[in-house]
């Protein structure tokens, strides 16, 4: 049975990773969403296949619940869907990304969730 689990060391915390990450790394864009994202080789086993964060602004988003919402949709997006986007990164790699959101209004979930697996498909 497939277990839906989103553990903490599969949270992308790390300022230089993330630094590293909008500096050197690639995006992609499907409306909500911008997938910014790097993939690199795995140093050990134990780290997971890949790490991810989200970030919805404050600029577009001006209430603080508004912006929780919306963090919580991707964030559960994400943790319903994970396993499609693992299939596609080989043993020997991970892929560090972020999830920035770029509407001006907070979006139902199933808009969420649809631009994130239009996302996951371009990895194919």
Same mark, same amino acid.
């Given at each position: 049975?497939? %277990?839906?689990?989103?553990?903490?060391?599969?949270?992308?915390?790390?300022?230089?990773?993330?630094?590293?990450?909008?500096?050197?790394?690639?995006? !992609?864009?499907?409306? =909500?969403?911008?997938?910014? &994202?790097?993939?690199?080789?795995?140093?050990?086993? @134990?780290? =997971?296949?890949? @790490?991810?964060?989200?970030?919805? =602004?404050? %600029?577009?988003?001006?209430?603080?619940?508004? %912006?929780?919402?919306?963090?919580? %949709?991707?964030?559960?997006? &994400?943790?319903?869907?994970? &396993?499609?986007? &693992?299939? !596609?990164? =080989?043993?020997?790699? +991970?892929?560090?990304?972020?999830?920035?959101?770029?509407?001006?209004?907070?979006?139902?979930? +199933?808009?969420?969730?649809?631009?994130?697996?239009?996302?996951?498909?371009?990895?194919?």
């Amino acid at each position: 049975m497939q %277990r839906f689990t989103l553990k903490k060391k599969e949270i992308l915390s790390k300022k230089k990773q993330i630094e590293d990450l909008f500096f050197n790394g690639n995006n !992609h864009f499907k409306f =909500p969403l911008k997938l910014v &994202y790097k993939i690199v080789d795995r140093e050990d086993k @134990l780290y =997971p296949k890949a @790490l991810f964060s989200v970030t919805v =602004p404050k %600029r577009n988003i001006k209430k603080a619940v508004e %912006r929780n919402l919306i963090k919580r %949709r991707i964030r559960e997006a &994400y943790r319903l869907n994970k &396993y499609k986007l &693992y299939s !596609h990164i =080989p043993k020997d790699k +991970q892929l560090i990304m972020m999830f920035v959101f770029v509407g001006k209004k907070a979006e139902k979930y +199933q808009i969420i969730e649809k631009s994130m697996l239009e996302l996951f498909n371009k990895f194919k």
